[in-house]
């Protein structure tokens, strides 16, 4: 047991953690950041997405201690319910959901995607955004919401 | 932002991450159990010994077939026949049955301590295909049905002793051999749809908790009544010492019917004296719940004029370990499997048989996409004999509002030929094929037309709803939200059957010591029951508004007039009095009014003659596809699905069941496939080995069509399974149409559709030889 320092969303957590435990158990079940949810456990789903250092990784892949110095976000960093992050109201406005297991890991990784390139064509969002799978299968609506979110962003 | 409404608070707490799971409950002194499991299919468990387990630090306790055996506990439950052990007491039935369980004080020490655990096991020989499990000889899965289960009086579900036979359907209208014997044309094909898993996200979670002889259970699960049952007999309890709360599912698709991890969670609580939390990992969530694996048979007899005279259909479905609802789906997949035709001469035989597979179960679009798979690709290959357009030749035999179905019911509200004429218009079917985006690509285009029961069961939902003197307005139901909306749905019928905003109208989570009775979230039947339901729950409250109002301003119940949520009657202000206005002066706290809306579905298992479904599901599909010649692989550039909605209510909500339906039925005919090794291990039994569609496989060209009936009020049908088994025969035709091959067996992987074509080249080059 070793005790870390996490900075999540904007602000540092003293956390203690075993060396083998992952990112998704101390951010879930040490910091009680319930929208990080674990779907396959290897890596291949994406519901565990968080950013690290703007990047998406798949929390349940990543060493919480390997994330130590480095600025982590979670959609509870994101936006609330009073003040949504524009990605998380183009997915309210395309209702870009069903069950919403999946929705925190692919609003991050549109978020990454969006601050990265602005630009992206349809063809880009289909691809980047295959790494997050959606079994009730609404990727209609998911494509909707983030081009939503790209021509918002576009005409500000 | 000011946040109103269901609709819209759910969806802020979506997209914020903030909506409730089962999977986020944490108690106070809270333990965690793990599974241990079977790796044998079929073995005789000689010793459970979990003294090794015990002894390891922060274990709490271990329950093995020993708890089960000492009459304290019922041990066991099932959907149909209680089959299924707690743990298992006298055999492991299939590779990862639960044997034992151990609770700890964190998950880690709980998979420490399941790995302790030692079974001595004797192997027994195994059966896994569902024909060769009806072979005289073949091993049994169960020595002992009827006279040894506890099997609730169904009439539908007859399983025979010293068989793996759960249920044998029959449907039998007309004569079908004097009918092929007037056929002009006989053919016979033979489908194949592999076992699947439903893989929901989030996995099956339960959390129980006993405490002054109540137990609480917060569950994933599609079916709370159900389960509250179940563990009330478990415990010998009556039904009102069980409470079980639900909230959101992250997914269900059938996966979470009836009851599946809350009978050994709760008794896990119960043995440990501590509230105990049970989440399946991944690999056990593919040894938990799979789809029916199904093997059809198909003989059509035709008139030379296209007219179809006769069909029989041969159609077993693997049920694997226990019973659950098999039974019924050879019921409503042996009378779905006719397909949405007038056929005079019907022979149907449907068998669910037992297997050492894992537990075949609910699975979105049940038991039909399994016979619309092979009655779509038959229907195809009919017309192509025929040497008639299979747009033509559906259109020509297709069911319409007034023609008797194959249970000899009379059909109302049909709308099949405008589904599917809906399809062939998106996809362009009489124009020409579009151009290949490579040289060495063929492009096809494929129809499917497909009806579906509602339900598989006399069902009921009683709705309450309840208003209080502060003018809030609850809607009380026992229907889970799985993702589909419910929730919001219900708000909106209410506010629309009461003309209330929809804003005012709260719905609180399940939780069935308050929320009313309900058959459960499956079969597509939650809207529609809903519905109906509120409708009658809002009339009560009106008359109950009136009573109160006529009472209170001493007037005739005629002279009170109920409208937007003010009563109007003489001696009332002239602007009306709100209700909660009303109640305070009448000195009420609050009123609840109840609406119960049920239907009544009967077939005699015989001859499959009765009404087997209140109202009939429809959809069709079109599908354009690219398939490379050279790597076999099959390119979806076009899908479209028509459904029959009746009235929409929440159109994005709508649209995403077709949706779901679309991405569900692509998957299955391009990529899912649950594979085992000869001893009946799954052997992908993951996310990177068991491939669910990503965006990329999604068509970039989707349309759907949600087809509403023209009059004022009509029926809403529910969407939730209907678009599915439409997909994948529309894709397996396109497939054809494109290459010449007919597959029969799903996913069409590159390797099958490459290795036919190749078959055939090689056959054609023989006959060219």
């Known amino acids: 047991m070793e005790t870390i320092t996490l900075r999540v969303n904007g602000r540092a957590h003293q956390i203690t953690v075993r060396g083998h435990q992952t990112l998704l158990d101390a951010l879930r079940d040490g910091l009680g950041l319930l929208s990080v949810r674990e779907g396959c456990g290897i890596g291949v789903c994406g519901a565990c997405t968080v950013l690290i250092d703007g990047r998406p990784f798949s929390a349940c892949l990543t060493l919480a201690a390997l994330a130590e110095g480095r600025e982590i976000l979670t959609v509870e960093g994101l936006g609330t319910a009073e003040h949504l992050d524009p990605v998380q109201d183009a997915f309210l406005a395309r209702t870009g959901f069903q069950c919403s297991y999946c929705t925190p890991g692919i609003i991050l990784t549109a978020k990454a995607l969006l601050d990265a390139c602005p630009d992206a064509t349809d063809e880009e969002l289909r691809e980047y955004l295959s790494g997050n799978l959606c079994r009730c299968g609404s990727y209609v609506k998911i494509l909707d919401s983030v081009r939503t979110a790209l021509a918002r962003l576009r005409s500000h | ?190 489908y194949y749809s592999p076992a699947l898993h439903h893989c929901a996200l989030e996995p099956h979670v339960t959390v129980a908790r006993w405490e002054d002889g109540q137990l609480t259970v917060w569950s994933s699960t599609q079916n709370p009544y159900f389960v509250r049952d179940q563990l009330a007999a478990i415990f010998r309890v009556p039904p009102e010492r069980v409470r079980v709360l639900v909230y959101t599912l992250g997914g269900g698709y059938g996966s979470k019917t009836y009851a599946r991890m809350e009978p050994l969670t709760a008794v896990l609580a119960w043995k440990a004296g501590r509230p105990v939390k049970l989440a399946l990992t991944r690999a056990e969530e593919f040894v938990t719940t799979t789809k029916h694996e199904a093997r059809v048979r198909i003989k059509s007899g035709v008139k030379r004029d296209g007219m179809l005279i006769a069909r029989e259909v041969e159609i077993h479905y693997n049920a694997g370990a226990y019973a659950d609802r098999s039974g019924t789906i050879a019921r409503s997949g042996g009378i779905g499997s006719i397909g949405p035709y007038r056929i005079p001469n019907v022979k149907v035989d449907a068998y669910a048989v037992y297997t050492n597979r894992p537990n075949a179960v609910p699975f979105r679009g049940l038991a039909v996409s399994q016979v619309a798979w092979a009655y779509e690709c038959h229907t195809d290959e009919l017309a192509r004999r025929l040497g008639r357009d299979p747009l033509e030749f559906r259109l020509q035999n297709l069911l319409h509002t007034g023609d008797r179905f194959a249970t000899g019911e009379e059909l109302e509200d049909i709308h099949f030929a405008e589904l599917l004429e809906d399809a062939a218009r998106a996809i362009d079917y009489h124009g020409p094929l579009p151009a290949p985006s490579a040289p060495e690509r063929q492009v096809g285009r494929g129809l499917a037309v497909i009806i579906k029961h509602m339900g598989s069961n006399p069902a009921t ?58 058959q459960g979230t499956t079969s597509s039947r939650s809207t529609f029951f809903n519905g109906l339901a509120v409708r009658a729950a809002a009339a009560d409250l009106r008359r109950q508004l009136v009573e109160l109002a006529a009472r209170l301003y001493e007037t005739a119940p005629e002279q009170v007039v109920v409208r937007s949520g003010r009563v109007f009657a003489p001696g009332a202000p002239a602007q009306g009095v709100p209700w909660g206005e009303l109640l305070t002066g009448a000195g009420v706290a609050s009123i609840t009014a109840s609406g119960t809306f049920g239907t009544q579905i009967w077939v005699d298992p015989e001859t499959g003659q009765g009404k087997a479904s209140h109202h009939w599901h429809q959809a069709a599909a079109g599908a354009i596809v690219e398939v490379d010649r050279e790597t076999g692989k099959v390119y979806l550039r076009k899908l479209h699905l028509a459904t029959h909605a009746g009235r929409v209510i929440d159109r994005p909500n709508a649209e995403l069941q077709n949706e779901g339906c679309a991405t569900f039925g692509l998957s299955q005919a391009l990529f899912e496939e649950l594979l085992f090794d000869e001893n009946g291990q799954v052997t992908n039994p993951n996310l990177a080995d068991y491939m669910i569609p990503a965006l990329a496989d999604f068509p970039a060209d989707f349309s759907t069509t949600l087809a509403e009936n023209p009059e004022p009020d009509p029926e809403v049908h529910g969407l939730g399974e209907t678009g599915l088994p439409a997909v994948p025969p529309a894709i397996g035709n396109a497939v054809r149409d494109a290459t010449g091959v007919r597959l029969a067996s799903i996913p069409l992987l590159p390797e099958r559709v490459l290795a036919a074509l190749e078959a055939r080249e090689a056959g054609t080059a023989r006959t060219n030889g």
Request: aromatic residues 6%; charged residues 25%.
């Open chain 2, 461 to 518: 939902t009683r709705i309450d709803l309840r208003l209080d003197a502060d003018g809030a307005l609850t809607v009380l139901s026992s229907t889970v939200d799985i993702g589909q909306g419910a929730r919001a749905v219900l708000a909106r019928e209410t506010a629309r059957a009461l003309d209330l905003p929809e804003e005012v109208v709260q719905v609180p989570y399940v939780e069935t010591g308050t929320t009313p009775p309900d």
């Open chain 2, 1 to 190: 932002m000011v946040v109103r409404g269901v609709r819209e608070r759910d969806a802020v707490e979506k997209v914020t991450g903030q909506i409730p799971y089962a999977l986020n409950v944490t108690l106070p002194g809270m333990t965690y159990a793990r599974c241990v499991r079977s790796p044998y299919a079929h073995a005789r468990i000689v010793a459970v010994d979990a003294s090794r387990a015990l002894s390891l630090p922060g274990v709490v306790c271990a329950l093995t077939r020993d708890d089960l055996t000492d009459g304290r506990l019922f041990p066991y439950y099932g959907a149909a026949i209680k089959d299924q052990p707690i743990v298992a007491i006298d055999k492991a039935r299939h590779v990862g049955d639960v044997v034992a369980a151990v609770v700890a004080e964190d998950p880690e020490t709980a998979a420490e301590a399941a790995a302790l655990v030692d079974v001595e096991y004797e192997e027994l020989p195994a059966v896994f295909d569902p024909v060769e499990a009806l072979r005289p000889g073949a091993p049994l899965v169960h020595e002992q049905i009827v006279g040894h289960y506890e099997i609730p009086p169904n009439p539908i579900i007859r399983p025979q002793n010293g068989t793996n036979l759960i249920n044998h359907m029959k449907v039998r209208r007309g004569d079908v051999e004097r009918g092929f014997a007037e056929a002009d044309f006989v053919f016979e094909d033979v």
